[in-house]
């Protein structure tokens, strides 16, 4: 039984992640207009990252598939209920489950992200957009300094802005953005759909620096 008032805290949380299109002090990325979702047309690197991201959505989509079988229950998985993590902005949260994934999901992400130098991150979300574990180099310790944190600390922050959202809720084969990250980056977002189960459950997300050869 969750205690009266983390349950409160949590609620809160969700209501945040459903209803804003971004967290208090979040900055907004913004997408350049073209999406892509179909394969007609692909690049060759597009190619590339697009089996990748379908190999890493299947990797996790086992692991969560396991947990339910050992660890967590589907309901409290599927619950999307985020507990405030004290004194940290942007917000960070964690979940009934944040501590399978730190432990479960990084390796996979981290296998990932060694396939290619042109890849800056390769993260699992919700359908929220909550990220529960980011890559090593983006959960770097906190410091306190809000620029540097930013940068270094991005693991367990709901990205619900505009490409955010689009990634973790989009049902389709997959999805390719371009957008600006909140730290002035300009990259590619590809993400594949995670079903748990038959359900959607969130998304696979690989940024990378986009080569144009078309």
């Keep these: 039984m969750v205690p009266m008032s983390r349950t409160r805290f949590a609620i809160v949380a969700l209501s945040l992640a459903a209803a804003s299109p971004a967290l208090a002090g979040e900055p907004r990325p913004s997408v350049i207009p073209a999406t892509v979702t179909s394969a007609d047309g692909l690049t060759a690197q597009e190619r590339e990252m697009l089996d990748l991201a379908t190999h ?39 979940t009934e489950w944040d ?71 989009s049902e389709a084969p997959f999805l390719i953005q371009r957008y600006q990250r909140d730290t002035g980056e300009t990259m590619a977002d590809l993400s594949v759909p995670i079903f748990v189960r038959g359900v959607h459950w969130g998304a696979v997300r690989i940024g990378y620096r986009a080569v144009d050869s078309r």
């Design 56 to 94: 890493f959505a299947a990797r996790c989509a086992a692991a969560l598939d396991r947990w339910i079988d050992k660890e967590v229950t589907k309901e409290r998985l599927f619950s999307f209920l985020y507990y405030p993590i004290p004194a940290t902005d942007p917000p960070k949260f964690t």
């Design 99 to 169: 501590r399978l994934s730190d432990r479960d999901i990084l390796p996979i992400e981290e296998s990932v992200l060694a396939k290619s130098a042109v890849i800056q991150f390769a993260v699992m979300v919700d359908r929220n957009g909550y990220l529960p574990t980011h890559n090593q180099r983006y959960s770097q310790p906190l410091t306190g300094n809000l620029a540097n944190d930013l940068v270094n600390n991005r693991t367990k922050r709901i990205f619900n802005d505009r490409t955010g959202l689009a990634a973790a809720r």
